[in-house]
């Protein structure tokens, strides 16, 4: 969590550090599970590209230890509030053992999940989590498979080189984006490609029925990647939380009810299952269309009879013939272009995160609350340190 001016005016960034969390970032997917309630009957989740762990920190506290926020925890006082309230007005009408008469319960305690699995993984080392287990590898790489399911499955054998998980999980998140570099079609490339890694990887683990959500970068051509996520899941969403802030171009796809295709098989090495031979796949395609009829055409110029695709030829005055291309192919559903839709998450009441807000006079900033354990950065803080600052060592007169 940075300690830019522009964050230290984040309304989300000092929440988090009041509520306790690594990042802002928790916001976002605390809000993305109240519009899609994403942790219902989720008890083994893998985290990926996890680093600094707010995510992770998320999980543990709502599936370990039974914690709840947001609509979930205003509900659940709210209810407390109204036994409370039915209790004193018993206990007021009655005159006899109003104890006994009075329908007060004893406050509802945290109620942990059982057999809660929950495995996150990064390039960068992340601190310790209560019930976390953390594995400092990438994503694209083939042999992480083996490490996950490994972590997911103690009993697993890497020699049967399986890359099925034997119990999977319900949930897999990715969290992950490239460090920008200003130029958004390069930006959107490269996190459509960290983001295909970790759908290849989720494949690998995800069960029947499972939920897959991902960070995006949205352009122009998104509706292709919106497509290719329909072949897989039910159900394919574009949320905006309302901490994210909305000059930034990311969102979060969020992929519910995964459907394989029958007689699908992840693999690392075959990505989306079909891997490398995509091109001659396209290419047999092609040839296997139905050939069309021609028609034979005259060209006025020199005379020479071509042959054209089946179409009505039009004359206009000058003589000139335009002929209109019919493409004859019979046309399939997966033709048809699908937009996936894009909901709004968050309560309107909730802080604006491209908002400044004043702050009381006696307010003290806190700090972060688990600085990168190390960051790209590191050496260039070093080295502005030993130079005496942001602004250089000052000279003395």
């Not at 949205?218 to 990647?225: E, F, T």
């Not at 994210?244 to 171009?249: D, G, N, P």
Request: proline letters at 8%; one cysteine or more; aromatic letters at 8%.
């Amino acid at each position: 969590m940075g300690k830019s001016s522009k964050d230290k005016r984040d309304a989300y960034y000092r929440l988090a550090k009041e509520q306790g969390w690594r990042a802002r970032s928790a916001f976002k997917l605390l809000q993305l599970d109240e519009e899609f309630d994403l942790f219902n009957n989720v008890t083994r989740v893998v985290d990926l590209c996890a680093a600094p762990g707010s995510w992770s920190q998320v999980l543990s506290r709502v599936l370990i230890k039974g914690e709840k926020f947001g609509r979930a925890a205003w509900q659940d006082r709210d209810a407390k509030f109204r036994q409370q309230m039915l209790g004193l007005f018993g206990a007021q009408a009655t005159t006899e053992k109003p104890e006994i008469s009075a329908p007060t319960q004893p406050p509802a305690g945290l109620k942990p999940r059982q057999d809660v699995k929950i495995v996150s993984i990064d390039l960068q080392p992340i601190s310790p989590l209560p019930g976390i287990v953390t594995l400092r590898a990438d994503i694209t790489h083939p042999a992480t498979v083996p490490l996950l399911l490994k972590a997911l499955d103690p009993e697993y054998d890497s020699k049967t080189k399986s890359q099925q998980a034997a119990h999977p999980v319900d949930l897999v998140l990715s969290d992950g984006a490239p460090d920008v570099t200003g130029l958004h079609d390069l930006d959107i490339y490269v996190q459509s490609q960290l983001l295909f890694a970790a759908l290849n990887l989720a494949l690998c683990v995800l069960k029947p029925g499972g939920k897959f959500v991902a960070k995006i970068f949205r352009g122009k051509n998104v509706d292709i990647l919106y497509a290719q996520l329909k072949i897989f899941f039910e159900k394919v969403h574009v949320a905006k939380p309302r901490s994210s802030r909305a000059s930034s171009v990311e969102a979060f796809i969020v992929c519910l009810n995964f459907q394989p295709p029958k007689g699908f098989s992840a693999s690392l090495e075959e990505p989306l299952g079909v891997g490398f031979r995509l091109s001659h796949m396209t290419e047999r395609n092609a040839q296997s269309l139905p050939i069309t009829a021609n028609t034979i055409l005259q060209d006025t110029e020199t005379g020479a009879w071509n042959a054209v695709p089946t179409s009505v030829p039009i004359t206009d005055a000058d003589g000139v013939t335009e002929v209109q291309v019919e493409d004859l192919r019979p046309k399939r559903e997966s033709e048809i272009r699908w937009i996936a839709p894009f909901i709004a998450c968050g309560d309107l009441s909730a802080f604006d995160s491209d908002a400044s807000y004043r702050l009381p006079p006696d307010y003290v900033s806190l700090d972060p609350v688990q600085p990168p354990t190390a960051p790209p950065y590191k050496r260039a803080l070093e080295m502005r340190k030993t130079h005496g600052g942001a602004y250089g060592k000052t000279s003395k007169e």
